[in-house]
């Protein structure tokens, strides 16, 4: 048998007014006169974006949901060259300890997924050095909250550039100059045009890193690999570590727009994945990237609890028997 715990990403459908991703534009910022007082702006709206944060854990542990990706919107402008040397670290300090102690109390999973300017195969040296910025401001959030390195940075290998066989080369270059307190954070993730699931298992291999294998970014983009096929190296791949293996999964919008994801998940696609690896998995999370959030992971919860060999653990976990 095989243990599926289901979470989603950032935002909720269900609780109001709750979000983790309130922002300032630049352009606001920069007409405030008062500098400071522009800068306690964006750190009391950092401050209720954390908080926020802390509603939907609460929310899901109401709701059994043990796996959750924050928001890389936590704090609005950080990085941006109007804020060089701006810190909000120690203003935001209270909040994140409490994120954190929540996390560790409820033995959550939690995870960021850094945008996709951050790009470790650029062969801008000015990109890279934004990238490895961004990627130690995500480590750091992380790192406030007090939580170990099962709180990981999913990120994707990045653009081919034109040539994807140097790109990948220089991926795991550049990937391997990044510190050990960053890359002990980071996993991988295939994506849907450029660098399938079998190109970003060898570079997880080559790294030691864990990959999450994205089952609709393998459907629009392999080289006509099984994904089940390849599950038994991929799940290799989380062996040193104490975490189950993750997954993402979504369904496609339309046939028209097969790259897109819908509002829900469509579940026999994904029940068949399940299936075919429930045997050699005791346990694996998936991270459900529909655009309906929280009440996509309902709607598929009530879809699950009517197929045959499964069965409910709680609102957000299942038990598949090996077929």
Not at 215 to 227: E, F, P, Q, Y
Not at 256 to 264: L, N, T, V
Request: charged share 25%.
């Amino acid at each position: 048998m095989m243990i599926v715990r289901f979470g989603y990403v950032a935002m909720s459908t269900v609780v109001k007014n709750a979000s983790p991703s309130k922002t300032m534009t630049a352009t606001i910022f920069s007409s405030i006169p008062d500098r400071e007082a522009a800068i306690r702006k964006l750190e009391r709206i950092a401050a209720e974006n954390l908080h926020n944060s802390l509603r939907l854990l609460r929310h899901n542990r109401a709701h059994h949901i043990h796996v959750y990706r924050f928001s890389s919107k936590l704090i609005p402008l950080i990085g941006h060259d109007l804020l060089a040397n701006w810190d909000p670290y120690p203003q935001l300090e209270d909040s994140f300890a409490e994120l954190g102690a929540y996390i560790r109390e409820h033995e959550m999973r939690v995870s960021f997924h850094p945008d996709h300017y951050t790009v470790l195969s650029t062969p801008s040296k000015d990109i890279l050095d934004k990238s490895y910025a961004d990627l130690d401001r995500h480590v750091r959030m992380l790192e406030s909250m007090g939580l170990d390195e099962t709180a990981k940075c999913n990120i994707h290998m990045g653009g081919a550039y034109k040539n994807k066989e140097e790109s990948a080369l220089r991926f795991i270059t550049q990937f391997r100059h990044l510190s050990d307190r960053i890359r002990s954070r980071l996993t991988l993730e295939n994506d849907d045009k450029t660098f399938n699931a079998l190109e970003t298992l060898h570079a997880c291999e080559q790294l030691h890193v864990p990959m999450v294998l994205d089952i609709h970014h393998h459907a629009v983009n392999n080289n006509g690999d099984d994904a089940a096929s390849l599950w038994p190296r991929i799940s290799k791949t989380w062996e040193n570590q104490t975490i189950p293996p993750k997954i993402h999964a979504s369904s496609p919008k339309s046939e028209k727009d097969p790259r897109s994801h819908a509002d829900y998940i469509h579940t026999p696609e994904l029940l068949q994945f399940l299936h075919s690896i429930a045997a050699q998995t005791p346990r694996i999370d998936v991270m459900i990237e529909a655009k309906m959030k929280d009440e996509a992971l309902f709607r598929l919860m009530g879809e699950l609890k009517t197929e045959p060999g499964i069965e409910l653990v709680d609102d957000a976990t299942v038990m598949i028997n090996n077929k």
